[in-house]
Each structure stands twice: as C-alpha cells, then as structure tokens.
C-alpha cells in the first residue's frame, strides 16, 4: 500500500462567513484554498463542515469563533484529529488576504494541525 504524501504547506477550506472572492486570491498566490461555495457546501451545519475539511484534508478559515471554538475544544477533549482552525475578525478582504498568506508562509500543515489560530496573530 503506497503512503500518502504529506501536504507542506496548509490547504485551506473557506466557509460560509468568508468572503467567496478570497479562496481564489489566496489561489492566484499560489497556494491551495477553497470555498463552501466552489464546492455547494454552504448549506452546511458548522459540525459538517469541519468534517468536510477533515474528509479533505484541509484547515477550516471562519469568521464564527463563537461556534467554532466549542468545537474545536470537543475534539480535543475527545481526542479527534483535525487539520486545524482559524479564525478571523470580519476584516477588510487586502488585509484578511496579508494576514492569511503571512500565516501560510510561516505555519506549514503538520504545524497546523489540531490547532485553532487566530489570524491576527499573523497580522
């Protein structure tokens, strides 16, 4: 059975609350990211889309820290992997931009995995 490559850098899953505009400028950066609505997922409950973006192998980028923070907490209490969670304050989309390409060049995937970040911390 051949193993799986692991990703260096961070693939990232856009949800609903983030501008749909964003996935395709972190794109044309040259790195992987995606959005609920490239992929008909913004419908989803928030449980379900941190579950696509485990299927998927990606980190989770929301503005909904409220929801997202419980979550990330249950899976740690129950020891559940994830490729990471980040959020964000509702910014204007060039600096939401800067601060999650700043956040790609320093953290790579294995880094970012089960953690829960903050984009400011990458401002």
């Known amino acids: ?6 990703r260096l850098y961070v693939a990232l899953y856009m949800d ?18 995606i959005s609920v609505y490239e ?17 998927h192998e990606r980190a989770i980028l929301t503005h909904n820290a409220q929801d997202f923070e419980p979550l990330f907490r ?11 969670i980040i959020v964000s304050d509702q910014i204007y989309i060039g600096d939401l ?3 999650v390409l700043n956040m790609l060049d320093r ?13 400011g911390e990458f401002k």
């Not at 059975?1 to 692991?6: D, G, L, Q, V």
């Not at 992929?39 to 299927?55: F, K, M, R, T």
Request: hydrophobic share 30%; glycine share 4%; no cysteine.
């Open 97 to 99: 931009l800067r601060r």
């Open 39 to 55: 992929v008909g997922n913004n419908e989803l409950s928030d449980p379900a889309q941190l579950e696509y973006a485990i299927l």
């Open 1 to 6: 059975m051949a193993s799986r490559t692991p």
């Open 74 to 84: 249950e899976y740690a209490k129950q020891k559940r992997e994830h490729f990471g």
């Open 107 to 119: 953290v790579d995937a294995d880094q970012m995995k089960n953690t829960y970040h903050h984009l």
């Open 16 to 33: 609903e609350d983030v501008d749909k505009q964003l996935a395709k400028q972190v794109r044309a950066n040259g790195y992987d990211a």
